[in-house]
């Protein structure tokens, strides 16, 4: 992840990326441009949401793509793989989102190990996120972690051949409906 490499207020990130065809993420006063996936990157988003939007059909929680942010407060606002947000203060602004429930983020050589700790850090604060899902392209691997009622957080791995549990929205599918269509 390569920043902008000055400081930005929240409200100057905020106008700069109405104005930018290229997206960037925002964290403490620096803004990140976004970089286009892969081919398998982009599948395996599709086929999360594919399996995401005939679960939920018409419930009141709402799924989105990687081109709605959330938000936390002044410190980040990033664009998740896929979200969902269950709470109706979300329907209020059509392009920041402050309540997810779960975040799912489909993992790239470039930005593995931030998802997997700064970012996982930052998603930590929002209090209404129940379930964080790490989507591996190299293997058919998933890591959900969960939040516990302790408040801490416990992680559960799905490898090829399982069947994934989303607990945050009661969601259960082979791996391998994940993992459909991908090039080698």
Same mark, same amino acid.
């Given at each position: 992840?390569?920043?902008?490499? #000055?400081?930005?207020? =929240?409200?100057?990130?905020?106008?700069?990326?109405?104005?930018?065809?290229?997206? #960037?993420?925002?964290?403490?006063?620096?803004?990140?441009?976004?970089?286009?996936?892969?081919?398998? #990157?982009?599948?395996?988003?599709?086929?999360?949401?594919?399996?995401?939007?005939? #679960?939920?059909?018409?419930?009141?929680?709402?799924?989105?793509?990687?081109?709605?942010?959330?938000?936390?407060?002044?410190?980040?606002?990033?664009? =998740?793989?896929?979200?969902?947000?269950?709470?109706?203060?979300?329907?209020?602004? @059509?392009?920041?989102?402050?309540?997810?429930?779960?975040?799912?983020?489909?993992?790239?050589?470039?930005?593995?190990?931030?998802?997997?700790?700064?970012?996982?850090?930052?998603?930590?604060?929002?209090?209404?996120?129940?379930?964080?899902?790490?989507?591996?392209?190299?293997?058919?691997?998933?890591?959900?972690? @969960?939040?516990?009622?302790?408040?801490?957080?416990?992680?559960?791995?799905?490898?090829?051949?399982?069947?994934?549990?989303?607990?945050?929205?009661?969601?259960?599918?082979?791996?391998?409906?994940?993992?459909?269509?991908?090039?080698?």
């Amino acid at each position: 992840m390569i920043a902008v490499p #000055h400081y930005l207020s =929240p409200e100057e990130y905020l106008d700069l990326e109405t104005q930018s065809p290229i997206r #960037h993420e925002y964290r403490r006063g620096l803004a990140y441009a976004m970089a286009g996936g892969t081919d398998n #990157h982009d599948r395996l988003a599709l086929n999360l949401l594919t399996l995401i939007n005939l #679960h939920l059909g018409d419930s009141e929680c709402r799924f989105h793509s990687g081109n709605v942010k959330v938000n936390y407060q002044d410190e980040f606002y990033d664009y =998740p793989d896929a979200f969902i947000t269950c709470d109706p203060r979300d329907r209020a602004d @059509r392009y920041i989102k402050r309540y997810p429930k779960l975040i799912a983020e489909v993992l790239s050589p470039s930005t593995q190990a931030f998802d997997l700790s700064e970012k996982f850090d930052d998603y930590q604060k929002l209090a209404s996120l129940e379930e964080y899902m790490l989507i591996f392209q190299d293997s058919q691997r998933v890591e959900c972690r @969960r939040r516990t009622p302790g408040n801490t957080w416990e992680s559960v791995v799905y490898r090829m051949g399982d069947r994934v549990l989303l607990k945050s929205i009661d969601l259960e599918f082979a791996i391998a409906d994940l993992y459909r269509g991908l090039d080698g």
